[in-house]
């Protein structure tokens, strides 16, 4: 695991910096030499402290780290360094842990180059507890959904192959806020100066990666798999990452192919921002979203042609074959008071969350119109703010209401709250923003499924209210004649109090009501039924001529007989007059 190299205390650096992770040790100062570092290690007099720093609300990718050994025989620094990192996963508690990693390598690096056989010891010490904590297990497999599980690996790796007998001290950090210099322990003066390299690394971090083409990939030290995805680190579980990705190659084609946007107009969308706002949103919001951004919301022309639904309508202006597009455009002053209400409350939100006033200005304006003007036929907006208006007139409207904004709104914005007082991130910012406009959108779709579907109010009800107040005029014409004599009551109900009886009742009474016509018709049915079968067998009767008595001689008297047909009577029955049979004496 540890290279041979030369023994010539000279070449230690080229050999620290040979595996992966030499971005590590780009700003090392080791004024008295290696000598002294090696001999403070060996007797066990070294104290190695670390601290970690970030500055989200300048840049979110960047955190840095810084480390000093210090010897206790000379009570002097002998050795220290900082650096930085750039990713979507930084922070400051992994600024910590990058440090307590650097730590353990560097001993590493120090056994196996100089050849320690054990026995010797170190203390490390950070203001950070659970860092320290993590640092130090010994763990034989590191779960794949963990955060930092990167630098967790590496620190497995590194402690499969450590010799040297490291205590952990946890120092607050911090000290120099409550108490003067004197009154300061060594680690609390080491955990000082490291917050200082720390920060001035965070400072090159930033300056760097602003003016800099992006630097080269930052693998750890004995990491030997890495995942990057446009140039950033995945440090975590893939995954999710992988799976947002693939969703967004498919996005692109769905939105340039079916919904006719240009390639370009879709790669200039801040997508990050918006899918940091959908991941904290139920399921059901988000379906929603998905839907209105892509028509296939449940409106009266797309329920029509999935269901035949017959309320094709919008149930506030009554506008036919209504689609996602008149969701947001919709003339009923309900919906238009809701709609200035909610963008007023946009407006507050804007000033009192530092925003930029010519942004302020171009937001609300732009909201007002409902799609009604181009945020290109804006002529007051200033020269820098051009490409703004462009790209995001190009994608619409109604997309920007549903969270859809250009990536180019973020660097104004940052600029502005970077010369503000407020610690807001441009990050919380866009967050924000996209909240508020999707809750106008949405506030809109609840306002109208709310005037469509209320039990008592909506227009479905109503429209099937009407049909049941034509049905009730229609059977109130019926005559007592058209009903069983049972069932005559059900005329006699005050007709004027049934118009406003409540739904049920009235729908009770019309299915009673027309059970009735149907009960009474069919009894019609079956008397003239019977009547008809009692006059065909009297019929029939009448022109088939009586059977012979059983023993009888006399002759079949002479009579018009019906041929091809045979009587239904025994040879054994006789018939009298009253068409019953009995049985021969």
């Known amino acids: ?48 402290v670390t601290d970690g720093s970030y500055n ?22 002998v ?13 400051s508690y992994r600024g910590e842990l990058l440090g307590l990693l650097a730590l353990h390598v560097f001993l590493c690096k120090l056994e196996g180059f100089y050849g320690f056989e054990g026995g010797h010891s170190a203390q490390i010490a950070c203001d950070n507890l659970s860092g320290l904590f993590k640092s130090k297990e010994r763990r034989k497999k590191i779960p794949p959904g ?100 693939i969703g967004k190659v498919e996005a692109r084609d769905f939105y340039i192919t079916k919904l006719g ?3 370009a107009v879709f790669d200039n969308v801040d997508w990050t921002a918006r899918d940091k706002v959908l991941l904290r949103k139920p399921d059901m919001f988000r379906l929603w979203v998905f839907k209105q951004s892509s028509g296939f919301i449940s409106s009266g022309k797309n329920m029509r042609r999935w269901f035949g639904s017959e309320h094709t309508q919008c149930p506030n202006c009554g506008k036919e074959d209504e689609d996602a597009q008149h969701l ?23 000033e009192m969350n530092h925003t930029d006033p010519v942004l302020a200005k171009i937001i609300t304006r732009y ?27 190009l994608i619409g409207w109604d997309n920007f209401m549903l969270g859809i904004i250009t990536s180019t709104l973020r660097p104004l914005q940052h600029c502005h709250l970077l010369g503000s007082s407020s610690l807001l991130t441009v990050d919380d910012w866009l967050t924000q923003l996209i909240n508020k406009l999707l809750h106008i959108t949405h506030g809109q779709w609840i306002y109208r499924n709310i005037s469509k579907h209320h039990a008592t109010l909506g227009m479905i009800r109503k429209t099937e209210r009407r049909a049941m107040l034509l049905e009730i005029d229609r059977l109130a014409q019926l005559t007592p004649k058209d009903v069983p004599e049972d069932s005559k009551f059900l005329l006699e109900i005050d007709f004027s109090s049934l118009r406003y009886a409540d739904t049920s009742t009235q729908n009770y009474w019309v299915h ?9 018709s069919r009894r019609t049915f079956l008397q003239r039924r019977r009547q008809t079968s009692t006059r065909s067998r009297r019929r029939q009767q009448s022109t088939v001529s009586p059977p012979i008595p059983y023993g009888s001689n006399d002759a079949r008297p002479a009579g018009p007989t019906v041929l091809g047909k045979h009587s239904r009577h025994s040879s054994g029955d006789i018939l009298d007059g009253s068409n019953k049979r009995r049985k021969p004496d």
């Open 328 to 350: 947001m455009h919709c003339p009923d002053p309900g919906r238009y008071a809701l709609f200035r209400e909610e963008v007023q409350k946009l407006t507050v939100w804007l």
């Open 512 to 520: 009673a009501v027309k059970a009735a016509v149907v009960a009474g």
């Open 1 to 48: 695991m540890v290279e041979t190299v030369s023994n010539d205390p000279d070449d230690f650096w080229s050999y620290l910096s040979s595996d992966n992770g030499d971005w590590m040790w780009d700003q090392l100062n080791c004024p008295l030499g290696i000598d002294v570092v090696v001999e403070a290690i060996a007797k066990g007099t070294a104290i190695l």
């Open 367 to 393: 909201v007002m119109t409902r799609g009604s003007t181009r945020l290109a036929d804006f002529h007051d907006v200033p020269p820098e703010y051009y490409k703004f208006v462009y790209e995001q007139q």
């Open 261 to 263: 946007w240009y390639a």
């Open 56 to 77: 989200r609300k300048v840049d979110s990718k960047v955190c840095g780290a810084g480390w000093v050994v210090h010897c206790t025989k000379l009570n002097k620094i």
């Open 146 to 245: 963990s955060k930092n599980a990167d630098i967790l690996r590496s620190l497995r790796r590194v402690h499969s192959s450590l010799k040297c007998k490291c205590t952990y001290v946890h120092v607050y950090g911090h000290q120099d806020r409550h108490k003067t210099w004197d009154q300061m322990s060594i680690l609390e003066r080491l955990n000082y100066r490291c917050d200082e390299l720390a920060k001035q690394a965070v400072k090159r971090g930033i300056h760097l990666s602003n003016i800099a083409s992006p630097m080269t990939r930052q693998m750890l030290p004995m990491e030997s798999v890495a995942v990057f995805h446009g140039g950033q680190k995945i440090s975590g579980e893939c995954g999710s990452e992988i799976r947002y990705q």
């Open 79 to 91: 050795l220290e360094g900082s650096f930085y990192y750039v990713g979507d996963g930084a922070g």
